[in-house]
């Protein structure tokens, strides 16, 4: 659907790789037209605290610049 970018990371998300994460789930937010992100969450194993708390900070900043999130 026009407007929606599902993302689909396929590593556990923690500490060490959340900035690379971070930096991927942004550009994809300012594509052209991007209205909502979704984070398919299938192959992620685990998540750790410092991950939780950059999604959680990303979705507020996404939300401000007009870019719905959302976890399937």
């Known amino acids: 659907m026009p407007g929606i970018v599902v993302l689909r990371i396929e590593s556990g998300l ?3 790789n959340i900035e ?4 991927q789930l942004s550009q994809a937010a300012m594509r052209p037209g991007t209205k ?3 984070l398919d969450p299938e192959t ?3 998540i750790d605290v410092s991950a939780a708390r950059m999604l959680d ?3 507020t900043e996404l939300k401000r610049d ?3 999130t959302a976890r399937t």
């Open 14 to 16: 923690f500490f060490a």
């Open 20 to 23: 690379s994460v971070r930096a």
């Open 36 to 38: 909502t992100i979704v």
């Open 44 to 46: 992620i194993p685990f």
């Open 57 to 59: 900070e990303l979705a």
């Open 66 to 68: 007009g870019v719905h």
